[in-house]
C-alpha cells in the first residue's frame, strides 16, 4: 500500500473520482499525508469565482460599505513575497472558473474592490495567477453578483480553450457608461501575444462591439467557434465581418446585431472558405445582403432568427431575393436551412403578434424558382411561422421532387387551410426518408387507415383547423397516422397542447395492438433496440408482420 500512495500516477487516478465530491475530497486531504497534494488539486481545478485564491492573501480584509452596507474585500496592507508564492502555488492547480459549477452569480460577501486586482497583477509582475486555466466562463459587470472586468487582467494562459465572458448588468446598458470593453479589448490582445493556440471557442454575450475588441478577435487565429451577441443600441459595420473571415479554422460562426451598415461602394466577394455553421439573428434584409456579399462554399447549415422592425406589417419580405442569396453563395456541402422567431422579450413578442396579424404570406409559385438554387441539397427546411398564403397538394409534390432527401419540413401557410388528412399519404409516399414535419391540415374529413406502411417518421407536429377534439376525432386521427407512420415517437396537435397526452395515449395503445399481434405470430424483438412506444425494431426496419388497424 506504502508503494502505492508513492505512485503520483495512481493517486491521481484515484482522485479523479472525488471531483464532483468536495466534501470527499476535503475528507481525503486530511486522511493522509500522501493524499494531501493529489486532493488539492481535484478541489482546486474547478472554481466558480476568483475569490478562493485571492483569500489565500494574509491582507485581505473585509469592510462594511457606509453608503449600501455590503461587503467589500480590500488589502489591508502591501502583498508579501510568502503570499504571491502561495498565490503560484495554488493559483497552477485551477483549470476552470465558471460559475456554472457551482452558482450562477457571485455571493455578496464575496465582493472584491478593484484595486486588489491591480495590486496582485503588480505583486504577480506580468505572471498569470492560473497561467494552466483552460476554460473561462464569467459574468463581468458593475452589478452584484459580477466579476468586475478588472478581473481579467490576472486571468490569461496560453493553454486557454474556452472563454465566455457575458454582460451583467442587463441589455438596458447604455454604452457611455460600460466600461468592460476596453478590459476585454486588452485581455484578448494579449492572449493574441501569448500565441494562445488552443483557444477555439470564444463568446461575448450582451456587450457592446466597439472596434477595439473586434479588432483583436483576428489575431485569435486558433478560434474554431465564435459568438457575439450586440445590444440593440450597437451598430455593426461590414469590416468587422470582413475581418472575420481571415480566421483560418473558423467553423462554427454565431452574430447577433440588430443594425449592420454596408459598404455601398465596395462589392468584392469575400469568402468564408471554413465555415461550416452559420446562426444569425439580424434584419431580413441584412441575411440578404450578408450572402450577398460573403461566400460561403464549406457552409452546412444556416440558422437565421429573424428580427423584425418597429412595423413589420409595414414591410413586405422579398424571399425570392432571400433563397437566391442563399443559393448562389452556398455550395454542394449547403443542407440546413432554419427561419425562426427572435423573441427576446415582451416587445419583440408585441411585433410578432402584430405580424402575424398583418402578414399574408407568399405565394408558392412566386419563390418556387428561388427554391431551386438550392437545388437538390437540402435535407431540412425548417420555418417555424407561416411563409407562404396556401400549401395545395400539388405544391408539396413540387417540394418532394425538388428535395428529395428530405428529413426535416416545417413550410406552413397563412390561409386559408387547403391540405386535408389525406395529405399525410402523400407524405408518406413522396418523402421516404422524412422524419420530422410540421404541418397545417384540415380536420374536416379524416381520411381511412392505410395498409402496410413502414415510414420511418418520428415526430409529427399538426395545426389542425376545424378539428373538435371529441373522443372520434382523436381515435379516428390516430388509426390514420399510426398507420402511415409506425415509427412515430412524438405527435402533437400545436393549438390544443391539453389533447397531446390524450393524442400519445391512443398512439401508444394501437402501436401496443400491434406489438401484440407480432407476439401473436411468433416475430419477436430484442428489447435494447426498442424505443418507447416502438412496436418494431427500430434498426431493422422490418415491419412487415405489422397489424392494419381497422
Known sequence: MQTVLQNDFMLSEIMQFLELDRSAGYAAALTCRAFRNPAQNVLWRHLATVFPLLKLLSNLKPRKEADSNDIVWFLEDQITSQDVERLKVFGTRVRSISSKWFRKEIPSQEQIDDSVFVAVASALQSHSLVPNLRSLNMLLGRKKGCHPSAVLQLLYSPYIQDIYLRSGDGPNLTLESFLPADDIAVYLKVLSRLHARSLRTLDLYDFPSELNVLESIPFLQGLSTLRLANQEQVVLEQSAITALAQLPHLDSLKLEVHHIIWNGSSRDIVPFNTLIRLEVSCQFMDVVELFSRFKFPSLQKLQHQLILRQQPHA??????????????????????????????????????????????????????????????????????????????????????????????????????????????????????????????????????????????????????????????????????????????????????????????????????????????????????????????????????????VE
Open 315 to 548: 414591410h413586405l419580405y422579398p424571399w425570392d431575393r432571400y433563397f437566391n442569396a442563399v443559393g448562389s453563395s452556398t455550395a454542394s456541402p449547403f443542407c440546413d436551412l432554419s427561419v425562426e422567431r427572435w423573441l427576446r422579450g415582451q416587445e419583440e413578442r408585441r411585433r410578432w403578434k402584430e405580424f402575424r396579424m398583418n402578414y399574408e404570406g407568399v405565394v408558392f409559385d412566386y419563390i418556387k424558382q428561388s427554391l431551386l438554387t438550392l437545388k437538390h441539397r437540402l435535407r431540412r427546411l425548417w420555418v417555424s411561422f407561416p411563409l407562404v398564403s396556401s400549401l395545395s397538394i400539388e405544391n408539396l409534390e413540387e417540394i418532394a421532387s425538388m428535395w428529395p432527401n428530405m428529413q426535416e419540413l416545417s413550410i406552413r401557410a397563412v390561409s386559408p387551410v387547403i391540405l386535408n388528412t389525406s395529405s399525410l399519404r402523400l407524405i408518406a409516399l413522396k418523402f421516404p426518408h422524412l422524419q420530422a414535419l410540421f404541418l397545417d391540415i384540415d380536420c374536416t374529413l379524416i381520411a381511412s387507415p392505410r395498409k402496410g406502411s413502414s415510414h420511418r417518421l418520428h415526430s409529427l407536429f399538426l395545426q389542425l383547423s376545424n378539428w373538435g377534439g371529441t373522443e372520434m376525432e382523436v381515435h379516428e386521427l390516430v388509426m390514420l397516422v399510426d398507420s402511415l407512420f409506425p415509427h412515430l415517437m412524438n405527435l402533437r396537435n400545436m393549438d390544443a397542447p391539453i389533447l397531446e397526452d390524450i393524442l400519445d395515449e391512443e398512439r401508444a395503445r394501437y402501436q401496443s395492438i400491434r406489438r401484440l399481434e407480432r407476439h401473436r405470430l411468433g416475430v419477436y424483438e430484442d428489447g435494447d433496440n426498442i424505443k418507447r412506444f416502438l412496436s418494431v425494431d427500430v434498426d431493422s426496419g422490418d415491419d412487415s408482420d405489422a397489424m392494419e
